[in-house]
């Protein structure tokens, strides 16, 4: 097939040789918009001791992959993986360049952007074509959504969040051209990575968890956020949080659920103290009950949820623990 533009890009990460859920992710979608370009999809991969992980990518939809495989490669190094992604971009032109909101992506993308002087736009929940075939990179904005378009500059990047798009289902039987790459001899080294030190997640994984409790601003101080802590572990919950309680230091931004946060589906969602902003609830479509409790009775969460409780949550909570703490002593028992 003849391409009428440039290829669209995805920049897929790995860790210890695991390729990233979020990157499969893109690549299916990318596929979707490539198609629609009439073009083709071209993935970046860098790493050390890869092999099987680009049949993962071609799988997923892409139909080449760049492949940089070198012992200098085995952490992401932010000078020399932008300088690859860079040089390579002025090669290969691509039209568009997508990057996982990852703790990587976050930094590479603006530094691949800044070096190609394009736009970039970060934690988009939606990327569709638009009449022109220019990128819609849709992210929530002033209560809706806001489209960003990048019709001059090449490529349009964006970073999207694991599970803004569906996974693709992986068809094992389609192949592709891998490209080795030439790494510099010459690599920048102001900033190295020598080793990567992984917290163990406390409790419940948030992705995977069939409930979440959500807290918010609304529980006022440490003491507060501790009881909507201890009313997710009551619940054997997963805990998250909005931006205020990262602010604040009551929570990690690991825990931070929405645009620039994480994509949870749980069957039960229960937000407490918290408005239920679009930033924040983008982050949990897919639940299947809401429940939210805050003290304002007008508050916007409310014509979100399923069910709605008006009540001041430091209050609340500790009442609602003693109420779990007897019910489960009485199953006990029974
Ligand atoms: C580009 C961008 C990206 C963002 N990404 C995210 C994101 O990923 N995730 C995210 O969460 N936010 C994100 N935000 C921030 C988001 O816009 C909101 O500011 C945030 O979600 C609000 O958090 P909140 O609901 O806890 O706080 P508030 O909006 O301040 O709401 C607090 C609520 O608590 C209630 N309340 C107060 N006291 C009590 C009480 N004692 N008991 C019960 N209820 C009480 C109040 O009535 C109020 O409704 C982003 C913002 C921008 C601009």
């Given at each position: 097939?003849e391409?009428t533009c440039?290829?669209?890009w995805?920049?897929?990460?790995q860790i210890?040789g695991?390729?990233?859920?979020?990157?499969?992710?893109?690549i299916?979608?990318a596929r979707?918009?490539?198609?629609e370009?009439?073009?083709s999809?071209?993935a970046?991969?860098?790493?050390?001791?890869?092999?099987?992980q680009?049949?993962?990518?071609?799988?997923a939809g892409?139909?080449r992959?760049y492949l940089?495989?070198?012992p200098?490669?085995?952490?992401?190094q932010?000078?020399?993986?932008t300088?690859i992604?860079v040089?390579l971009?002025?090669?290969?032109?691509?039209?568009?360049?997508?990057?996982?909101s990852?703790t990587?992506?976050?930094?590479l993308?603006?530094?691949?952007?800044?070096r190609?002087?394009t736009?970039?736009?970060a934690?988009?929940?939606?990327?569709v074509?638009?009449e022109n075939?220019?990128?819609?990179?849709?992210?929530?904005a002033?209560g809706g959504?806001?489209?960003?378009v990048c019709?001059?500059?090449?490529?349009?990047m964006?970073?999207v969040?694991?599970?803004?798009?569906?996974t693709?289902?992986?068809?094992e039987?389609?192949?592709?051209?891998?490209?080795?790459?030439?790494?510099?001899?010459?690599i920048?080294?102001?900033?190295q990575?020598?080793?990567i030190?992984?917290?163990e997640p406390?409790?419940?994984?948030?992705e995977?968890a069939?409930?979440?409790v959500a807290?918010g601003a609304?529980?006022g101080?440490?003491?507060?956020?501790r009881?909507?802590?201890d009313l997710a572990?009551?619940l054997?919950?997963?805990?998250?949080?909005t931006?205020p309680?990262v602010?604040?230091g009551?929570?990690g931004l690991?825990?931070?659920?929405?645009?620039?946060?994480?994509?949870?589906s749980?069957?039960?969602y229960?937000?407490?103290?918290?408005s239920?902003?679009?930033q924040?609830?983008?982050?949990?479509?897919?639940?299947?009950v809401?429940?939210?409790?805050?003290?304002?009775?007008?508050?916007?969460?409310?014509e979100?949820?399923?069910?709605?409780?008006v009540?001041d949550?430091?209050?609340?909570v500790?009442?609602?623990?003693?109420?779990?703490?007897e019910y489960?002593?009485?199953?006990v028992?029974c």
């Amino acid at each position: 097939m003849e391409n009428t533009c440039g290829p669209v890009w995805v920049i897929a990460e790995q860790i210890g040789g695991r390729v990233l859920a979020v990157s499969l992710q893109l690549i299916g979608h990318a596929r979707e918009l490539a198609d629609e370009l009439g073009t083709s999809v071209e993935a970046v991969l860098l790493g050390d001791q890869l092999d099987e992980q680009t049949q993962q990518l071609f799988a997923a939809g892409a139909d080449r992959v760049y492949l940089g495989d070198a012992p200098e490669l085995a952490f992401y190094q932010p000078e020399i993986y932008t300088e690859i992604v860079v040089k390579l971009a002025k090669e290969r032109q691509p039209e568009i360049m997508l990057i996982g909101s990852t703790t990587t992506g976050r930094e590479l993308a603006p530094l691949v952007a800044a070096r190609l002087k394009t736009g970039l736009t970060a934690h988009c929940i939606d990327l569709v074509l638009d009449e022109n075939k220019i990128l819609e990179q849709r992210v929530p904005a002033y209560g809706g959504l806001l489209a960003i378009v990048c019709p001059e500059r090449r490529p349009q990047m964006a970073t999207v969040a694991r599970g803004v798009f569906p996974t693709p289902e992986l068809d094992e039987n389609r192949t592709g051209e891998i490209v080795p790459l030439d790494i510099p001899e010459e690599i920048p080294g102001r900033i190295q990575t020598l080793e990567i030190i992984r917290e163990e997640p406390e409790g419940v994984p948030l992705e995977s968890a069939p409930i979440v409790v959500a807290g918010g601003a609304g529980a006022g101080d440490l003491e507060g956020w501790r009881k909507i802590a201890d009313l997710a572990k009551a619940l054997n919950a997963a805990l998250g949080c909005t931006r205020p309680a990262v602010d604040e230091g009551w929570a990690g931004l690991e825990t931070m659920i929405g645009q620039s946060g994480r994509m949870v589906s749980p069957e039960l969602y229960v937000g407490v103290g918290l408005s239920g902003e679009l930033q924040h609830m983008v982050g949990i479509a897919d639940a299947q009950v809401m429940v939210a409790i805050n003290s304002d009775p007008h508050s916007p969460v409310f014509e979100q949820v399923d069910y709605g409780i008006v009540d001041d949550c430091r209050e609340f909570v500790p009442v609602l623990l003693d109420k779990i703490k007897e019910y489960q002593e009485k199953q006990v028992t029974c």
